[in-house]
C-alpha cells in the first residue's frame, strides 16, 4: 500500500480547527455556514474514503465553534467524526464493526489577517490507535499557521447574530 502524504492528515486537523471556537460567551455554532460555503466537509470526507475501513465509512464534520477571544482574536474549536463501518448483507444484513473516531482541534483565528493557529489536537475513542499514532506522526501541525480566505464571512456572520 503507498505511503499517504502527511498534510493530508494536517488538512483534517487544520479543517476542523478552522470553524469550531471553544467558548462560552457569544460562541456560535458555524457548522453549517462551513459545510455551505467552503470544502472542509468534503476533505474530511475524502480523508476518510483514504483511511478508514469499511464498505460503509463516512468522514463528516460534526461541530464548528466560533467565539469572540479578545480584540481581533477568536477561538476555534471543531470535531470530526471518522467512521469505520463494515455491512454484510448476504445471505442477511450484518454489521460486522461501526466504530466512529473523533478528531478534536483548537485553534486562535486573528480577524486581520485570517491567520489561524492550531493550538492543541486529540484524537478520541480510536480504540487501535491508528488515528492517535497519524496525530503523533503529525506533531508539527501543533503551532502551525494556515489562512482562511475571506475569514470575516464567518466572523461577521457571527457578530451579527
Known amino acids: 500500500m503507498p505511503e499517504k502524504p ?8 487544520f479543517c476542523v480547527l478552522l470553524l469550531f471556537p471553544a467558548g462560552v460567551l457569544n460562541a456560535k455554532d458555524v457548522k453549517e455556514q462551513v459545510i455551505r460555503e467552503t470544502i472542509l466537509d468534503e476533505q474530511i470526507s475524502s480523508f476518510c ?8 465509512r463516512e468522514g463528516t464534520l460534526k ?10 482574536r477568536y477561538a ?3 470535531t470530526a467524526a ?3 463501518r463494515h455491512v454484510m448483507r448476504n445471505p442477511f ?4 464493526y461501526d466504530h466512529t473516531v473523533y478528531v478534536s482541534s ?5 480577524s486581520d489577517t485570517c491567520m489561524l493557529r492550531v493550538d492543541d489536537a486529540s484524537v478520541d475513542n480510536d480504540y487501535r490507535g491508528i488515528f492517535t499514532e497519524m496525530l503523533k506522526s ?3 501541525v501543533i503551532g502551525k499557521e494556515f489562512i482562511v480566505p475571506d475569514c470575516r464571512r464567518f466572523i461577521d456572520e457571527q457578530a451579527n447574530q
Open 93 to 96: 444484513e450484518y454489521v460486522l
Open 49 to 56: 474514503r483514504l483511511n478508514c475501513i469499511g464498505n460503509e
Open 106 to 110: 483548537r485553534g486562535t483565528l486573528d
Open 76 to 78: 476555534v474549536t471543531g
Open 63 to 72: 461541530s464548528l465553534i466560533l467565539t469572540p477571544a479578545g480584540k481581533d
Open 82 to 84: 471518522l467512521r469505520n
Open 6 to 13: 502527511k498534510h493530508k492528515y494536517a488538512a483534517v486537523v
Open 138 to 140: 503529525e506533531s508539527d
